[in-house]
């Protein structure tokens, strides 16, 4: 019996065989670094050679009188992640499902999804191109007709928008992706049957694509939750500035500064491992509420 089991099942194993060793090799292994976190860290004695310190690290970071500044930041991007950001692939997915011509849908498609393929880098330098206190093209407009310059890149009362703005356009029509292949499974005598029942288009959307896609949106915001205190490090990074630092000091980037400009490995390693553990706890807990609820979570 185990023997005819093992010849039919052979090759679905070897085909997940690639799968694992990608996550013991780049995944698990690498975890092995944790322990930097609770170590006097130096490159030249290694992990068997270094001191340990325990949670010194761990106390150090709360102590810190930026450590408020770093949450408050990271918390306020989120909310506006998970506000503005998670709903807005769902209503470009609601929206190009009820375009019923072919090819000006396949268009539209198109000019949404490619903003997906350009980099951070190029955003970025565009936006700066643009609005550049001094130099930047719309800057120089708005001033050549007498209004006031739009301080995009300096003003932090502008930064979280500006990120948002940018993540929503890079990102809505590419997200949108998963809910249209959910919207795609749903049976069309539904809809056509609601039609005979004197439903409009309103209520289609609301009675029929929405709670199809109630499983999906459960998924993905448990799975968003885990990355709570990740926001995206390349693109704060290269929006940040000395006139903005208030508002964009995140964890992210002060685990780069301290970790690769000042050589503080230690240090950064335990503020990377609060920001892992925050999120493990958040999917576990938006998990279980999602359970509680009547919906079927990740897990």
Do not use: C
């Amino acid at each position: 019996m185990a023997k005819s089991y093992w010849k039919r099942a052979f090759p679905v194993y070897l085909m997940i065989l690639p799968g694992l060793l990608f996550f013991i090799v780049f995944k698990y292994i690498p975890m092995v670094g944790i322990s930097i976190a609770f170590m006097a860290y130096s490159p030249f004695d290694g992990i068997g050679g270094s001191e340990w310190v325990g949670l010194r690290h761990f106390h150090r970071l709360f102590a810190e009188g930026d450590f408020l500044t770093l949450l408050r930041n990271t918390l306020m991007l989120n909310l506006f992640d998970v506000l503005f950001f998670f709903p807005a692939p769902l209503l470009v997915a609601l929206l190009l499902n009820e375009i019923k011509a072919k090819r000006f849908k396949a268009a539209v498609q198109t000019i949404l999804y490619a903003p997906n393929f350009i980099s951070w880098v190029v955003i970025v330098g565009i936006t700066i191109l643009l609005f550049a206190t001094g130099s930047g093209g719309i800057n120089q407009l708005l001033a050549g007709w007498g209004f006031e310059r739009l301080e995009l890149m300096t003003d932090p009362s502008y930064f979280r928008w500006v990120w948002l703005l940018q993540n929503v356009w890079q990102g809505a029509g590419w997200g949108a992706i998963i809910f249209l292949a959910a919207l795609a499974a749903v049976d069309p005598l539904l809809y056509e049957a609601a039609a005979i029942d004197g439903a409009n288009r309103w209520r289609m959307l609301w009675h029929i694509a929405l709670p199809a896609l109630r499983s999906v949106i459960v998924v993905l915001l448990v799975l968003r939750m885990g990355h709570v205190m990740d926001l995206g490090f390349e693109h704060i990074f290269l929006l940040q500035n000395s006139m903005n630092q208030g508002v964009s000091e995140v964890f992210e980037t002060f685990v780069y500064k301290v970790g690769m400009t000042q050589g503080d490995y230690s240090y950064s390693t335990a503020v990377g491992l609060f920001k892992s553990i925050v999120g493990l706890i958040m999917v576990l807990f938006v998990n279980r509420l999602a359970k509680q609820t009547g919906q079927e979570g990740v897990f």
